[in-house]
T-cell receptor, first 116, second 113 residues
Framework: GENVEQHPSTLSVQEGDSAVIKCTYSDSASNYFPWYKQELGKGPQLIIDIRSNVGEKKDQRIAVTLNKTAKHFSLHITETQPEDSAVYFCAASISPESGGSYKLIFGSGTRLLVRP | DAGVIQSPRHEVTEMGQEVTLRCKPISGHDYLFWYRQTMMRGLELLIYFNNNVPIDDSGMPEDRFSAKMPNASFSTLKIQPSEPRDSAVYFC???????????FGDGTRLSIL
């Protein structure tokens, strides 16, 4: 089945710097890749997602890139702020039309700390 | 709009007891997902429903776990009998369509003593 690996497990950056989190997936049929932010005591909150027919997507300070050939996708956060500190999860899924289901397979998470 | 609502937020009980977790999805969402989060296994899907019908229950650990969705606005996840290894945070999520983003509730933190 699908497997998603996420790196690094922890990331510490200075406020204002950029942060990059990377994920790789195993099944080339995966076609949906969301990123979630989880704060302490809260549920995961969707921050951005990308589908396999797109190579890059941007929303203000957040961007996601997808390389289908290499089977990896990355989250880029620019001009980081202390409120960006949280755990970030990548995920992948294969649509039923491609032989999967709508279940999300999550990476193991990256704890991001933005130092003021 | 109200998000996904889960209850209780915290549950502490002794092993062997029955546990029932509840979820109210976002109105108009046809898909409902139950996930479990632990340090060892991370976030993993247990089961999901489409229009109140279970579609994929391959993640349900064993027969002690059961889930129901009697109507479009309510779902339960039941553990009977509970065991200490069931201790985890259980999340419910919903989406308007299967291909649309899943929105998570704030979870139920379950501790089995």
């Amino acid at each position: 089945g699908e497997n998603v690996e996420q790196h690094p497990s922890t990331l510490s950056v200075q406020e204002g710097d950029s942060a990059v989190i990377k994920c790789t997936y195993s099944d080339s049929a995966s076609n949906y890749f969301p990123w979630y932010k989880q704060e302490l005591g809260k549920g995961p909150q969707l921050i951005i997602d990308i589908r396999s027919n797109v190579g890059e997507k941007k929303d203000q300070r957040i961007a996601v890139t997808l390389n289908k050939t290499a089977k990896h996708f990355s989250l880029h956060i620019t001009e980081t702020q202390p409120e960006d500190s949280a755990v970030y999860f990548c995920a992948a899924s294969i649509s039923p039309e491609s032989g999967g289901s709508y279940k999300l397979i999550f990476g193991s998470g990256t704890r991001l700390l933005v130092r003021p | 709009d109200a998000g996904v609502i889960q209850s209780p937020r915290h549950e502490v009980t002794e092993m062997g007891q029955e546990v029932t977790l509840r979820c109210k999805p976002i109105s108009g969402h046809d898909y409902l997902f139950w996930y479990r989060q632990t340090m060892m296994r991370g976030l993993e899907l247990l089961i999901y429903f489409n229009n109140n019908v279970p579609i994929d229950d391959s993640g349900m650990p064993e027969d002690r776990f059961s889930a129901k969705m009697p109507n479009a606005s309510f779902s339960t996840l039941k553990i009977q009998p509970s065991e200490p290894r069931d201790s985890a945070v259980y999340f419910c999520a919903s989406s308007r369509q299967g291909s649309q983003p899943q929105h998570f509730g704030d979870g139920t933190r379950l501790s089995i003593l």
